[in-house]
Every structure is written in C-alpha cells, then in structure tokens.
C-alpha cells in the first residue's frame, strides 16, 4: 500500500515563505497524479494545486502566482513551494496521491500557519 509522508509545515509571518515535501512509497509514483489539499478548522478541503506524472500543474486562483508545485519522480517526492504567504493560507495541507477509479491516498496533514 501507498504511504505518503509529509514535512516542511511550520509558523511563518505573512509574506513568507515555506516549502512542503511529500515522500511517496510503495508505489509506482511516477505514473500517478499528485495533489495538495488543504483544510481549515470548519470549513471544508479544498485543492490547492495539482500535478500530473508527466508535470502539468493546475492551481486554485486563491493561491496561483504565489505557489509551485513540483515532482522529483526520481526521489518519488512531491513539493510545493508557497511565497508571499497570507493568514488565510493557515490551514492544515494534505498530500493527495490520485488512483483514478479507487479511492486516493492522502499523507497525515501538515500545520501550516501563518501569523504575526
């Protein structure tokens, strides 16, 4: 079984910067779609941005411009680089790995928070 491992998250001051890692195993990572996810207390997940085993990346609006999200299918690891980061992106972020007709994997969640 897949398991997706997460780190990077942290307290950060608005307009910085962190980078969240994904490490993927037990899987052939490299044909698969990946995802962050993120999730605030009450309210409901939401994407955050996409990327397809080949590289093409999708953003949601509220975040475009401002976060990257990368692949190293070499090290099975998926990133996503957030700058210029804003109190409403505290949330907690999920890994999302994407199986198409069975149910996708997702990582533990990581706390980002961002606060003077």
């Known amino acids: 079984q897949v398991q997706l491992v997460e780190s990077g998250g942290g307290l950060v001051q608005p307009g910085g910067s962190l980078r969240l890692s994904c490490a993927a195993s037990?899987?052939?990572?490299?044909?698969?779609?990946m995802g962050w996810f993120r999730q605030s207390s009450g309210k409901q997940r939401e994407l955050v941005a996409t990327?397809?085993?080949?590289?093409?990346?999708n953003y949601a609006d509220s975040v475009k411009g401002r976060f990257t999200i990368s692949r190293d299918n070499a090290k099975n690891t998926v990133y996503l680089q957030m700058n210029s980061l804003k109190p409403e992106d505290t949330a907690v972020y999920y890994c999302?790995?994407?199986?198409?007709?069975?149910?996708?994997?997702w990582g533990q969640g990581t706390q980002v928070t961002v606060s003077s």
């Open positions: 990327i397809t085993g080949a590289g093409s990346t």
């Open positions: 999302n790995l994407q199986r198409g007709s069975r149910p996708d994997y």
């Open positions: 037990g899987s052939i990572f490299r044909l698969y779609n």
